[in-house]
């Protein structure tokens, strides 16, 4: 124990250790051998402030404030203004910042590449500790406890992780998720520091921190908002007692008890605490302290809340204490003043500013004072004096200021109804005093305003604002009706343009009146306006648009358009267009290509000096290198949007794109082809310059140096980078080396503006996280030196400039554009002139009717024989037809003119009703039970967000199967050429038939058995085709005979993997991509739930409207009835419901035409009063007008009820009644009665099944809450195992590209093998069929000689002979067929007999020689010249079998080493996912379980250490026994299987061995049938299916009447033949003696010739002994040598073959040089070749 005590001990960190701030702080990056100095710029000073940041604000003393502005810490004396900064270390920016409770310590947690926590020392800024490895991307919260011993942190998505850190020791302490939610932020409680609070999106979580032997554990609850309306929570109070009261972003608070909402706390009436969102954030004196979004502090009696016991869940009650800041104010976060018993607070402003509040609540407070004022929105636009150290700048909080960061202070600044979205200081040229300014707004509107120094006026205007400066309106015109996004003056200060998001660029005359030029359209949004230098000879406009399109303009002339025309638009102005084409995948793809020729030619140059042995292995190396697929090339859609550019020559541009083509600058110019449409034309830059990391990180601005040596460029990562040029170098070639550094924030600080001072000693940067900073290019004492009697000159007022009246101003968005008003003028003139053409037609037709009446009158006073008819006195009927005619056509003109503003409007409505009311998703409906307390809220669903699902590449997939197809098509086309050319070859090497007269003429009976035979030949040859198909289908079919079935080796396969496991299941490969979609699978299961619980809801609500209307009818007949009852009678009717606020939100929304009047009427009188406050004004207008619907509502109620009373009245004074009315007012009574019993029973029951329901469904959300817990507690489990999983995917990604990769090259072997091998069976079966065919010409030439024929040597000759065969050539004329028997190079076969050559008659083989049929011998030509074509097409077969021999030999080696390749990577997959899933096991999974569900019982009891049970499925372990049983079933069946199997092989093998032998039978029983019918083995298929042959039958026919003339002179011969045998017997006779006599002399002639031999022999060998034993003594020595030399090789080889075993490589000893080959001796041992032996042993 005392050594484990010393051991820690000694691991305790130094209390007084501290680090160096310059070896932590991130440092500018500069390129490596550069002369570039480190401190090129110098930080001045930072006139912005990111308010809209979260707790942006704390206080280190009673003077200094701290806040975060991009890369920076600043430091801020309240007092003095003075600045001082901290850079972040990491250079990836700071996330939050949290003060320790002594004040003498800070912690500063950033954002970057894992991030670090770095604790600093107050004041003396060191930094003390450093927390590292506590997340991966950046930090959203920190707090210390308030003990000061630890500190909590909470990391962004999407891990959320709470750490726990015991950061004086840099320690880790716990960590563990807090939620799936964004976390907004994380504390400390002040009175029980084991407990922690974190809040956020939707949610609120209480941790507890307890203490194990394992040490300090973090248990976190899950808040539940039960029926209240979930929300998200900024701020919260932890209270004494462990509860805590938190706000929400409706307005009210919320108590929390435990994990639950105990009471939700409102302002009396209804009312909200706040308007928009509200945070507590003190409790102090019985008084809770809360802010809002409203710009008001309210206290709160504390013991009221605490001490609310109402069963309503809802408090009401009214503030104690109020103050309000001010209007237009949004306070986010406050801190105390570190002074004891002060009141004083500093409250930060999302409005951009930070106050002074005094929270005393007494007579003598201070009112709230506002220290600081900054912009408020995105700097959108900035720009720099020409003439003096002054800074402008607009913002979206509708403002501009003015700056002297020479003297960092605001001068001045100005407000306006909507926000600014650029800013251009005007040139000298426009204003000489350099005071004139022009910013554009969001409603189009353009202004320009004047700087002058008040106090140079000649009158007292009243006190000077301070700054000594004022900022004044000069003129206000719209000449656009978008955002106006960029102004420039023209290079001579002429001419104004102006552009904006409306795709139009407006011009206008320089002047005191700014009159207007005109405009042109653009082809997209204008990103930027540039005018041609000096240094270009025309003066021309470059307009740059966001989306990709460049439109160069002439400057127009304003003198050619002073004319009065209907239009401002200038369609005659020449410009030209360019289109920006992505070429950075075509870039790629060079850069590849380069590097893979630079590649090849590195190994070119290493095989050069390998062995012999090891270059084939390279060869194929790079076959593989070449074979792998090139970037593709890709466009993308929709295009890169263009973030700047500028001019570079005359026609020529530099571009920055963003998005995909981000990471180059590039350089183009406009075509010479300008006649496309400009969103049709695609232009490719033809030239670009790479950016070096910039690939995710574009160019967003770019402004030169005034010397334009330095280029200045922001950065959309918020850096700035700084490049030194060369003078005059437009192409930016020395754009090389660079100066880069982090100011803005990293994540959403684009800097978007970047402007150097006009003397280049300052640099200013404005982004959008809301910061400006100026820095100086000299160190601040140089810069002091420089400067010191300079001053920023604030310029003079133009004379007589207090005599001027205001300038007028555009207040109205709603306003016209210059070209919008003048179009309505020259409407509103037609209309005028189309008044007058009416009045006049109307006049026309006044005159016209009373002359027709004054005809009518006349016709009347006419005779009636005389008088015209009615009819008559009508006009056409087709005048009327006519005219409706013309009607209904201007009426679908105008249905055609008015369709797409129809559809438009009818999109728009069904948004706004899918939006507002339609949605469950975002009203929060609560229904209420109407005779008990329950209620059902549904559930505060987001939006969902769409899960985008990352597409994956299939160009492996499409790559194979293109080599497929590939492949198939080289296959057909071999196939078709090889068919091709045996086509031809068949048409010129077979003899085509001679068509011979018929000779005889056939007999009836013979056609007729012509025709049968030709019928049953074509019968037989179907079948036979049908019975090859059915055997090579069967063939096909057939199994190898090794081959295992497929089920059962997979079976085999997975038994021996889970051998010896109890319980494995098969498993897909895990992922975190699959992890992931498990999630979202998870989530959207959930959502669905909850979605349905919504609609059940909702139905419950629909009835519950319903039954209100039909309670209140049924109200109304049960008032019917009781008015005609006495009051004694009458039973109370039961409290009618009502529809709560919160049971129908979307009722909020429906308002009539009467309410809409009111709101009229109220905010004209608001702004008749003068109160023009847009937000605060607008909210207490709604809330007046409710009050108003409200009391109306109420007095409407109270007239109705007294309408009842003076009803009920007049009822209870009727007069006395008579007997009989008595008797009858009695029957009615009981009828009544009984009418008003039901009617009561009704209501009741409907009222009772309604609560039932609810209660009913109340009950189902719970068990969907309980649910829904489940489910979250596994969305946790999966989010660790998806931690878990990312470690993994780097190394299992490489690999798992590496196996598709050696699958898809096994595949492509594979293919390309088996495409081989069919290739080359086919090649040799062409080649079997070429052999069959030489033979079968051969066969034919020796049946067309004959027997006993006198030339058949010589024929044989000239058959035989080897020739040049030439081919048929084409040529001009005539086609002639040559053959080359004159060549000089003939050749005669081998086989023939060389002693003919001795003969002393010679043959010329060209000439047909006498005697010998000249038919015959232009047969043999011809037959030989088929079979040198033959034999011509046989060696050219032979020679493409070798060639795929050698090619199928290749491609078996790299199958082999593919195949070993992929099984290494394989089993490297295997182990990372053997460890990948027992990471996962060792994860801690959380499983409620009750006390029955655990059986795990030691000595009758539970132990209190549970770690070593295991949780199981009460059903998985039933199925676990029953599996037992069932797998002894299964091996008593499998081993009966076995032996029926084994049974069954050994009858099959039997069978198959007597089917073979009865098949060879049957073959021998066929064959001898055949020879027995046929003489020979005949083609049974080609005999069936012979038909008849009519040549058969002529020849038949003809053979029958040759045979009768034949008969006839064979007799004569025979006579003939008798008499010549009788003499040849005399003759045989004779020459037989004379044989015999011959035969005797070859004897004795034979016996001599063996004498004289053996006498030969015995001297010979005499004569070779002496000599063999000479010529052994000579070679004794020289064998001795020759073997000693190969002992000595064999040695050397063997050391090389040890050496390359160990070193893998072909690499030769340092101390042996390579050996040179053996030669061969001459000795009769040559039959050992050392020199061949060695090699091959080498290459083994």
């Given at each position: 124990m005392q050594q484990e005590f010393d051991d820690k001990a000694k691991k305790?960190?130094?209390?007084?250790?501290?680090?160096?701030?310059?070896?932590?702080?991130?440092?500018?990056?500069?390129?490596?051998?550069?002369?570039?100095?480190?401190?090129?710029?110098?930080?001045?000073?930072?006139?912005?402030?990111?308010?809209?940041?979260?707790?942006?604000?704390?206080?280190?003393?009673?003077?200094?404030?701290?806040?975060?502005?991009?890369?920076?810490?600043?430091?801020?004396?309240?007092?003095?203004?003075?600045?001082?900064?901290?850079?972040?270390?990491?250079?990836?920016?700071?996330?939050?910042?949290?003060?320790?409770?002594?004040?003498?310590?800070?912690?500063v947690a950033e954002k970057g590449n894992k991030p670090s926590i770095i604790v600093y020392e107050y004041p003396s800024l060191r930094p003390y500790r450093v927390l590292r490895d506590g997340t991966e991307q950046k930090y959203v919260s920190v707090d210390f406890s308030y003990d000061g011993n630890l500190l909590a942190s909470v990391d962004s998505a999407p891990e959320y992780l709470l750490t726990l850190w015991d950061w004086r020791q840099e320690e880790v302490m716990q960590t563990c998720k807090a939620i799936s939610k964004e976390v907004y932020r994380v504390s400390f409680s002040p009175y029980n520091p084991e407990l922690l609070t974190t809040s956020g999106l939707g949610h609120i979580r209480f941790w507890k921190i307890t203490t194990t032997f394992t040490g300090l554990k973090l248990q976190g609850v899950s808040c539940n908002f039960e029926s209240t309306v979930e929300t998200d929570i900024e701020g919260y109070v932890e209270l004494p007692d462990g509860k805590v009261i938190s706000g929400t972003e409706r307005g009210n608070l919320l108590l929390w008890d435990g994990n639950t909402v105990t009471v939700e706390i409102s302002r009396t009436e209804e009312q909200t605490c706040h308007v928009g969102t509200v945070q507590p954030f003190s409790l102090e004196d019985g008084q809770l302290r809360t802010f809002g979004s409203d710009g008001v502090v309210l206290g709160w009696d504390f013991e009221r809340i605490n001490t609310t016991n109402s069963d309503s869940r809802r408090f009401e009650m009214d503030p104690i204490n109020k103050l309000v800041v001010g209007h237009n104010v949004c306070l986010s976060s406050v801190v105390r003043s570190s002074l004891p018993d002060s009141f004083i607070w500093f409250a930060q402003d999302s409005k951009g500013a930070i106050w002074k509040l005094d929270l005393s609540f007494t007579n003598t407070a201070s009112d709230?004072?506002?220290?600081?004022?900054?912009?408020?929105?995105?700097?959108?636009?900035?720009?720099?004096?020409?003439?003096?150290?002054?800074?402008?700048t607009t913002s979206m909080d509708c403002t501009v200021r003015v700056f002297d960061f020479l003297a960092k202070r605001e001068l001045s600044s100005i407000h306006f109804n909507q926000g600014g979205t650029t800013l251009c200081w005007a040139p000298s040229l426009v204003n000489q005093s350099g005071g004139l300014l022009v910013a554009g707004f969001e409603d189009g509107v353009v202004r320009l305003l004047e700087l002058y120094n008040p106090q140079s006026l000649h009158v007292d205007t009243g006190p000077s604002p301070e700054g000594n400066a004022n900022l004044c309106l000069k003129k206000a015109f719209k000449p656009h009706n978008a955002p106006v996004t960029a102004v420039a003056y023209e290079r001579n200060g002429e001419i104004l343009a102006t552009g904006s998001s409306d795709c139009t660029v407006f011009f206008f005359t320089v002047g005191e009146t700014y009159k207007p030029i005109g405009f042109i359209q653009v082809p997209g949004p204008v990103q930027a306006l540039e005018w041609s230098p000096h240094s270009h000879p025309e003066n021309r406009l470059l307009i740059l648009c966001q989306s990709g399109h460049v439109v160069e303009v002439q400057s127009?002339?304003?003198?050619?358009?002073?004319?009065?025309?209907?239009?401002?638009?200038?369609?005659?102005?020449?410009?030209?267009?360019?289109?920006?084409?992505?070429?950075?995948?075509?870039?790629?793809r060079d850069e590849e290509i380069a590097r893979r020729e630079v590649l090849k030619e590195k190994k070119r140059k290493e095989r050069e000096n390998q062995p012999e042995e090891l270059k084939l292995l390279g060869g194929e190396q790079e076959e593989e290198d070449q074979e792998k697929e090139l970037p593709p090339i890709h466009i993308p859609d929709p295009p890169s949007p263009l973030c700047c550019g500028f001019y570079a020559e005359p026609g020529q541009f530099w571009l920055s794109m963003g998005g995909f083509d981000s990471g180059f600058l590039y350089h183009c110019k406009f075509s010479e082809n300008q006649d496309e449409d400009p969103n049709q034309r695609q232009d490719e830059p033809f030239d670009f310059l790479p950016v070096s990391e910039s690939d995710d990180d574009p160019i967003c601005s770019m402004t030169f140096s005034s010397n334009r040596?330095?280029?200045?460029?922001?950065?959309?990562?918020?850096?700035?980078?700084?490049?030194?040029?060369?003078?005059?170098?437009?192409?930016?070639?020395?754009?090389?080396?660079?100066?880069?550094?982090?100011?803005?924030?990293?994540?959403?600080?684009?800097?978007?503006?970047?402007?150097?001072?006009?003397?280049?000693?300052?640099?200013?940067?404005?982004?959008?996280?809301?910061?400006?900073?100026?820095?100086?290019?000299?160190?601040?004492?140089?810069?002091?030196?420089?400067?010191?009697?300079?001053?920023?000159?604030?310029?003079?007022?133009?004379?007589?400039?207090?005599?001027?009246?205001?300038?007028?101003?555009?207040?109205?968005?709603?306003?016209?554009?210059i070209e919008t008003a003048k179009q309505k003028l020259e409407n509103d003139h037609l209309h005028q002139e189309a008044e007058l053409k009416i009045m006049e037609t109307q006049k026309q037709l006044a005159e016209l009717q009373k002359t027709f009446l004054e005809v009518l009158k006349v016709n009347q006073s006419l005779p009636e024989h005389v008088r015209l008819k009615p009819e008559e006195l009508q006009l056409d009927r087709r005048f009327y037809e006519n005219a409706e005619k013309l009607k209904a056509q201007k009426v679908m003109e105008v249905r055609r003119e008015m369709a797409w503003e129809q559809e438009r409007s009818t999109i728009a409505l069904r948004k706004l009703q899918e939006w507002f009311k339609d949605s469950l998703e975002i009203n929060i409906i609560t229904v209420v039970a109407i005779h008990s307390n329950h209620k059902i809220s549904t559930y505060h669903l987001p939006p969902s967000a769409k899960s985008?699902?990352?597409?994956?590449?299939?160009?492996?997939?499409?790559?194979?199967?293109?080599?497929?197809?590939?492949?198939?098509?080289?296959?057909?086309?071999?196939?078709?050429?090889?068919?091709?050319?045996?086509?031809?070859?068949?048409?010129?090497?077979?003899?085509?038939?001679?068509?011979?007269?018929?000779?005889?003429?056939?007999?009836?009976?013979?056609?007729?058995?012509?025709?049968?035979?030709?019928?049953?030949?074509?019968?037989?040859?179907?079948?036979?085709?049908?019975?090859?198909?059915?055997?090579?289908?069967?063939?096909?079919?057939?199994?190898?005979?090794?081959?295992?079935?497929?089920?059962?080796?997979?079976?085999?396969?997975?038994?021996?993997?889970?051998?010896?496991?109890?319980?494995?299941?098969?498993?897909?490969?895990?992922?975190?991509?699959?992890?992931?979609?498990?999630?979202?699978?998870?989530?959207?299961?959930?959502?669905?739930?909850?979605?349905?619980?919504?609609?059940?809801?909702?139905?419950?609500?629909?009835?519950?409207?319903?039954?209100?209307?039909?309670?209140?009818?049924?109200?109304?007949?049960?008032?019917?009835?009781?008015?005609?009852?006495?009051?004694?009678?009458?039973?109370?009717?039961?409290?009618?419901?009502?529809?709560?606020?919160?049971?129908?939100?979307?009722?909020?929304?429906?308002?009539?035409?009467?309410?809409?009047?009111?709101?009229?009427?109220?905010?004209?009188q608001r702004f008749m009063n003068g109160d023009k406050e847009e937000q605060a004004g607008v909210v207490s207008l709604l809330e007046q007008l409710e009050k108003e619907m409200e009391a109306e509502e109420k007095k409407k109620k109270e007239a109705v009820l007294s309408v009842k009373r003076e009803g009920e009245a007049g009822v209870e004074k009727e007069a006395e009644l008579s007997k009989l009315e008595k008797e009858l007012q009695k029957e009615e009574e009981i009828l009544l009665l009984q009418e008003q019993d039901c009617l009561l029973e009704q209501m009741k029951s409907s009222i009772s099944q309604f609560d039932a329901a609810l209660s009913s469904l109340h009950s189902q959300k719970l068990c969907l809450d309980r649910q829904l817990k489940m489910a979250d507690l596994r969305l946790v489990t999966l989010s660790q195992e998806i931690l878990l999983l990312k470690q993994f995917e780097t190394r299992e990604g490489l690999l798992e590209e590496k196996l598709c990769g050696c699958i898809q090259e096994e595949k492509n072997i594979a293919s390309k093998l088996e495409q081989c091998n069919k290739e080359l069976e086919q090649k040799k079966r062409e080649i079997a069929k070429l052999q069959e065919r030489v033979k079968a010409l051969t066969a034919a030439f020796?049946?067309?000689?004959?027997?006993?024929?006198?030339?058949?040597?010589?024929?044989?000759?000239?058959?035989?002979?080897?020739?040049?065969?030439?081919?048929?050539?084409e040529q001009t004329g005539s086609d002639e067929e040559t053959d080359s028997d004159e060549d000089s190079d003939d050749d005669w076969d081998d086989n023939y007999d060389s002693s003919t050559e001795e003969e002393d008659v010679v043959l010329d083989d060209s000439v047909c020689p006498a005697g010998c049929e000249p038919e015959l011998f232009e047969n043999t030509l011809q037959l030989r010249k088929r079979r040198l074509e033959l034999e011509e097409l046989l060696a050219e077969e032979k020679k493409s079998a070798e060639a795929l021999n050698k090619e199928s030999d290749t491609l078996m080696k790299k199958e082999k080493m593919v195949k070993k390749s992929r099984q290494v990577v394989e089993n490297d997959l295997e182990l990372i996912n053997k460890e990948k899933q027992q990471k996962i096991d060792e994860l801690d999974v959380v499983i409620p379980l009750r006390?029955?569900?655990?059986?795990?019982?030691?000595?009758?009891?539970?132990?209190?250490?549970?770690?070593?049970?295991?949780?199981?499925?009460?059903?998985?372990?039933?199925?676990?026994?029953?599996?037992?049983?069932?797998?002894?079933?299964?091996?008593?069946?499998?081993?009966?299987?076995?032996?029926?199997?084994?049974?069954?092989?050994?009858?099959?093998?039997?069978?198959?061995?007597?089917?073979?032998?009865?098949?060879?039978?049957?073959?021998?029983?066929?064959?001898?049938?055949?020879?027995?019918?046929f003489g020979k083995l005949v083609d049974l298929d080609a005999l069936q299916t012979q038909s008849g042959n009519r040549r058969l039958e002529e020849l038949r026919m003809e053979k029958l009447l040759i045979e009768k003339a034949n008969a006839k002179e064979i007799k004569q011969w025979d006579a003939k033949i008798k008499e010549a045998q009788d003499a040849l017997m005399e003759v045989t006779r004779r020459n037989t003696e004379l044989l015999r006599r011959m035969t005797d002399l070859y004897d004795q002639e034979g016996e001599l010739k063996l004498k004289l031999n053996d006498r030969q022999k015995k001297m010979g060998?005499?004569?070779?002994?002496?000599?063999?034993?000479?010529?052994?003594?000579?070679?004794?020595?020289?064998?001795?040598?020759?073997?000693?030399?190969?002992?000595?090789?064999?040695?050397?080889?063997k050391r090389e073959i040890c050496l390359l075993s160990y070193q893998g490589g072909h690499v030769l000893p340092p101390s042996h040089r390579r050996l040179p080959p053996i030669t061969r001796l001459p000795t009769p041992m040559s039959d050992i070749d050392v020199g061949k032996e060695n090699p091959s042993k080498l290459t083994q």
């Open positions: 305790q960190l130094p209390t007084d250790m501290y680090y160096k701030y310059e070896d932590l702080h991130s440092r500018p990056f500069i390129t490596p051998d550069s002369e570039i100095p480190v401190n090129l710029l110098h930080l001045s000073h930072s006139f912005g402030y990111d308010s809209g940041r979260r707790g942006n604000l704390k206080l280190l003393d009673e003077k200094t404030l701290i806040f975060i502005a991009g890369n920076l810490l600043v430091l801020l004396d309240i007092s003095t203004k003075e600045q001082r900064f901290l850079r972040s270390c990491s250079g990836g920016g700071i996330g939050a910042i949290a003060m320790h409770p002594t004040k003498k310590y800070f912690a709230p004072e506002r220290l600081f004022s900054f912009h408020a929105g995105e700097i959108k636009g900035l720009d720099v004096s020409k003439k003096s150290h002054l800074m402008a127009p002339d304003p003198e050619a358009h002073e004319k009065p025309v209907k239009t401002f638009q200038l369609p005659d102005l020449p410009s030209r267009s360019f289109r920006f084409k992505s070429i950075k995948s075509q870039i790629k040596q330095l280029l200045l460029c922001g950065m959309n990562s918020g850096s700035i980078r700084v490049y030194p040029l060369q003078p005059g170098d437009h192409r930016l070639t020395s754009m090389q080396a660079y100066w880069a550094l982090s100011v803005h924030d990293n994540h959403y600080g684009h800097l978007r503006h970047i402007r150097c001072s006009y003397d280049d000693l300052f640099v200013l940067t404005a982004g959008d996280d809301r910061n400006i900073f100026t820095f100086s290019l000299l160190p601040p004492e140089e810069l002091q030196k420089s400067l010191q009697r300079k001053r920023a000159k604030i310029p003079s007022p133009r004379g007589a400039l207090e005599k001027e009246a205001l300038a007028v101003d555009i207040v109205d968005p709603a306003a016209y554009s985008h699902t990352r597409v994956r590449p299939q160009s492996t997939a499409r790559q194979s199967d293109g080599d497929k197809e590939a492949a198939l098509e080289s296959k057909k086309t071999r196939e078709e050429s090889a068919k091709d050319s045996y086509k031809t070859v068949e048409d010129e090497v077979l003899p085509s038939p001679v068509v011979r007269p018929r000779m005889v003429k056939l007999g009836y009976r013979q056609e007729e058995r012509l025709q049968k035979v030709s019928k049953k030949a074509d019968e037989a040859r179907a079948k036979i085709e049908r019975r090859k198909k059915e055997w090579a289908q069967i063939y096909a079919e057939k199994p190898d005979k090794d081959q295992e079935d497929p089920e059962d080796v997979q079976a085999i396969h997975e038994a021996r993997q889970n051998i010896g496991d109890v319980f494995k299941e098969k498993k897909l490969k895990v992922n975190a991509e699959r992890k992931k979609e498990e999630r979202t699978a998870l989530e959207e299961k959930m959502h669905e739930k909850q979605i349905e619980m919504n609609g059940w809801i909702v139905a419950l609500r629909d009835s519950k409207v319903q039954l209100v209307s039909w309670l209140a009818a049924q109200a109304k007949q049960l008032q019917k009835v009781q008015q005609r009852l006495a009051a004694h009678l009458r039973h109370p009717p039961p409290s009618l419901p009502t529809m709560l606020r919160e049971e129908t939100p979307e009722k909020r929304l429906q308002c009539s035409r009467a309410t809409l009047e009111r709101y009229r009427i109220l905010r004209e020796q049946a067309s000689l004959g027997e006993h024929n006198h030339f058949e040597e010589f024929l044989t000759r000239v058959f035989k002979k080897k020739i040049k065969h030439i081919k048929q050539k006390l029955d569900q655990i059986e795990f019982v030691v000595d009758g009891s539970v132990p209190s250490d549970l770690s070593q049970a295991l949780v199981l499925d009460e059903t998985e372990q039933q199925r676990l026994h029953k599996r037992i049983e069932e797998l002894e079933e299964e091996k008593l069946i499998q081993k009966d299987l076995t032996r029926q199997t084994h049974k069954q092989h050994i009858r099959l093998i039997q069978e198959n061995k007597d089917m073979a032998a009865k098949i060879q039978k049957m073959e021998l029983q066929c064959d001898e049938l055949m020879m027995n019918k060998r005499q004569q070779s002994h002496s000599h063999r034993r000479r010529m052994d003594q000579e070679e004794i020595p020289k064998l001795q040598k020759l073997v000693k030399r190969q002992s000595q090789n064999i040695e050397a080889l």
